[in-house]
């Protein structure tokens, strides 16, 4: 009568579902089949095992048949979706190490399986990699709201106490992917579009390690299911566009710009329109972050891709730098020079007749920044061949329009060296076609007269108005101004170029 009552009882839940997420079945719980739920049964002995606090090491692959191999693999993937604090060094070490034990048994079998894992296996592991892998971060970066402190050239790298442990699971994960025994046609099935989206939320991770581990393995996915790849390219889009125009805070962009590298170079020709709204939409606006420098050299590699593939891009890309060109920040003009010259290495003389105008006034500013680095690093430019000759093929519209740079640059700038590289690129100009270089001088001369005769008149106007405020200020009269007068002063004051005042 007593074992009926008991029976009918309410049985306790096993602490390994009170660890795993969703209920204890993993992301892919709702994928259960009714084989499934009697695999569950037949290691529920395990799960009890667990639960009575007895966490003891399960009998080696060798000791056990061959038939008996894949049952013992599932229990020792059951075994391992219990989760252990590591923050605290002293809490479960026993366990601890017969997990990790465990796990590194897991990594030889995969290695040595010569059997294609079936629908169970799959299921089990991405179960197992779930309760294991996928979890909030505790950095308190991840909740900071305050984006203007957030800078992440300044942060230390964080390291994750749990990594010794999370790297045999990531290995794990890694292994099993490339494995010609996994099929990815099964495989599909449980590492689907939520596997990978849990998969892509762990690239803001603090721990450099962990994002090297994920760059690595979200690379197998995406080549071994050829299926996922649209929704992969879409989902690293959406990260773009929520880290370029809501929060600037992410780890992982410059890893992520490096899987794209590799994806980027094996598009196929012609481009589809996908692709290049992926440049136009994510990768140019990517300039847009203050903190571009963490990641600047992989999304350079990106674009420049973009251009080799199909050099008709070049006029779109080098707009888009100049949209996004820096105004202060000298370190990052820097770098959009040298990403220019990889651009213009690539580029075509059709398509830099399009965008050469506003390029070259850009470089004029450069040739003229009072920081030595940037006009440095602007007239290197002339030491690449390809551009030299694209510069000389198009001279009649390029010198007139950085002339007045260089010039200045020769008889005014503070640093030796770039007054030296101002002289080389001069003398290219002028052994290229001495009579523009002459007509470019005389016209600066011009120019130069016209602005001190402009500034004369200004200083007279000024001078005027001062004279007669003064004769005036004593009686508190109203003081009249000729409109002649009026106007001047107005033009004189707000215009920034001598082709305005005259105009006035």
């Known amino acids: 009568m007593m074992k009926q009552i008991f029976g009918k009882l309410p049985r306790k839940l096993s602490k390994s579902s009170q660890h795993e997420p969703n209920g204890g079945d993993g992301v892919h719980g709702s994928r259960l089949s009714s084989g499934t739920v009697n695999s569950h049964s037949s290691s529920s002995s395990d799960l009890n095992m667990l639960a009575s606090g007895i966490y003891g090491a399960l009998p080696g692959f060798r000791d056990v048949p061959s038939t008996e191999k894949q049952s013992l693999f599932i229990r020792k993937l059951n075994m391992c979706c219990v989760v252990f604090d590591f923050s605290d060094s002293t809490k479960n070490l026993r366990e601890k190490d017969i997990k990790k034990q465990t796990l590194l048994e897991l990594i030889d079998y995969i290695s040595s399986v010569t059997s294609k894992f079936n629908e169970l296996v799959v299921q089990e592991m991405t179960r197992m990699v779930a309760a294991n892998l ?176 199909d050099f008709k891009l070049a006029d779109t890309v080098i707009r888009g730098l100049l949209k996004y060109w820096p105004v202060i920040n000298s370190s990052k003009e820097v770098m959009f020079v040298g990403e220019l010259e990889e651009v213009l290495e690539a580029t075509q003389a059709a398509e830099f007749l399009r965008c050469m105008v506003p390029l070259f006034r850009q470089i004029g500013r450069c040739l003229n920044s009072s920081h030595f680095q940037v006009a440095e690093r602007a007239l290197l430019l002339w030491n690449n061949d390809h551009i030299r000759n694209l510069i000389t093929q198009n001279r009649t519209v390029i010198l007139p329009i950085i002339f007045p740079a260089l010039e200045r640059n020769t008889r005014g700038h503070w640093n030796q060296a770039v007054q030296g590289l101002t002289l080389n690129v001069r003398k290219i100009f002028s052994d290229d076609d001495q009579v523009l270089f002459d007509e470019c001088l005389v016209r600066f001369q011009e120019d130069e007269l016209k602005e001190k005769e402009m500034q004369k008149k200004r200083e007279l106007t000024w001078r005027h108005l001062e004279d007669v405020a003064a004769s005036t200020a004593a009686s508190n009269e109203a003081v009249l101004v000729s409109r002649f007068v009026s106007s001047i002063a107005i033009a004189t004051s707000t215009s920034q170029t001598p082709k305005t005042l005259v105009g006035s």
């Open 134 to 309: 996928f979890r909030p971060f505790p950095s308190p970066n991840h909740d900071n709201k305050l984006v203007g402190l957030y800078d992440l050239e300044e942060e230390e790298p964080a390291m994750d106490p749990a990594w010794p442990h999370l790297q045999i699971v990531y290995e794990l994960l890694l292994r099993f992917v490339a494995s010609p025994e996994t099929g990815a046609k099964l495989a599909k099935r449980y590492m689907d579009h939520s596997f990978v989206l849990n998969l892509l939320e762990l690239f803001d991770s603090d721990d450099q390690r962990e994002r090297d581990y994920l760059k690595t393995l979200l690379h197998r996915i995406y080549g071994k299911f050829m299926v996922h790849r649209p929704f992969i390219r879409k989902a690293i889009n959406n990260i773009f566009y929520r880290f370029i125009f809501e929060t600037e805070k992410h780890k992982g962009i410059a890893e992520l710009l490096e899987i794209l590298g590799s994806i980027i170079n094996g598009f196929a020709l012609p481009l589809k329109e996908e692709h290049k709204l992926f440049l136009v939409r994510a990768l140019i606006p990517l300039h847009k972050p203050k903190c571009v420098s963490v990641y600047h050299p992989q999304l350079s590699y990106c674009i420049t891709q973009f251009v080799e593939k």
